[in-house]
């Protein structure tokens, strides 16, 4: 559901499909943190698990339109390929699969298939040494952006780990992080960071300039620990406003255009769980009935937003263990 307050109304977000339900293992999430998006409708998923189930920790492989399971590698562990907290994850020009692990301070790199390659990183507050790495995204020359989160900054490599550049440092002024989160690209290589603990959203522009969007609040345009941020081919924002319970939309200069709330529906996944098991088909009839279907629908702490070539965006609903999928039209009336 896209919730207006004030803004533009010439977008609408339609809903498509929800994928994903509970599970250690095998069809469904586990407390899953971040999205990346693949060539052929694939979606990659890490599963951070709980601490008490390590047998949970996994990258999930999806189709985005069916819905439907298509394997899951990595494991728990400090060995080759595998993760304690894995925190992000990206997809490069070659089909390689990133997995960012803020415990053991690496980047592991997989093929799309799930087989591992190789990893790199080491800690520290060095140039290219890492604390605590979130959010990853690639640069349209394949250079990947690290954000560095407990040493308040974001870092640039090649796709093979050799450091190039950073930028940022400890604060809430032009340019400084507190506790910074996701990262997302735009088609002119601007960089757009979730500033976590600052509640809102930075841009950097090529040439230096930095522009700051949000404030903390639960209004239009404010945000309660923002975690993701993407954008779309339009050049428009999305933020995944994780403690209010919602993703919000803004204009490539900022503004407020709407908030997406939920309208998830069952999935694939959920549907072949509730038909072997009578006890939960009647527990959701009733929910239904007493909420009239809400709760289902709700978003529930959103950490990532991902948007596709197609103007798809794909919500990774942490809280009810799912993607919710839309598609981004607009209104030739408003235009």
Known sequence: MATHFFGIRDRIYSYRNCIGRVAVNGEGFLCPVDVALGANDV????????????????????????????????????????????????VDHDGNV?????????????????????????????????????????????????????????????????????????????????HPWGIGLDRDGQVYVADWRNDRIQKFSSDGRVTSFGSSGSGAGQFNRPSGVCVDNDGDIYVADRQNDRVQVLTPEGRFITAITGNAGLSKMGAKQLQANSDMIRQRALALVNDGGAWERALSYPTAVKADAQNRIAILDMGRYRIQMYEKSRNATLN
């Open 98 to 178: 990133y997995v960012a692990d803020e415990w053991l301070n690496r980047i592991s790199i997989y093929d799309g298939d799930g087989k591992f390659l190789s990893c790199w990183g080491k800690p520290g507050s060095g140039d290219g040494e890492l604390n605590g790495p979130a959010g990853l995204a690639f640069s349209s020359g394949n250079d990947l952006f690290v954000v560095d989160s407990r040493n308040h900054r974001v870092q640039k490599f090649t796709a093979d780990g050799r450091y190039l550049e950073q930028f940022g440092s400890f604060g809430n002024g032009p340019g400084q992080f507190n």
């Open 43 to 90: 979606a990659y998923v890490v599963n951070r698990s709980f601490e008490y189930r390590p047998d949970g920790l996994r990258i999930t492989k999806c189709s985005l339109d069916e819905g439907e399971y298509l394997g899951e590698f990595g494991s728990g562990g400090e060995g080759l390929g595998q993760f304690v907290w894995p925190t992000a994850i990206a």
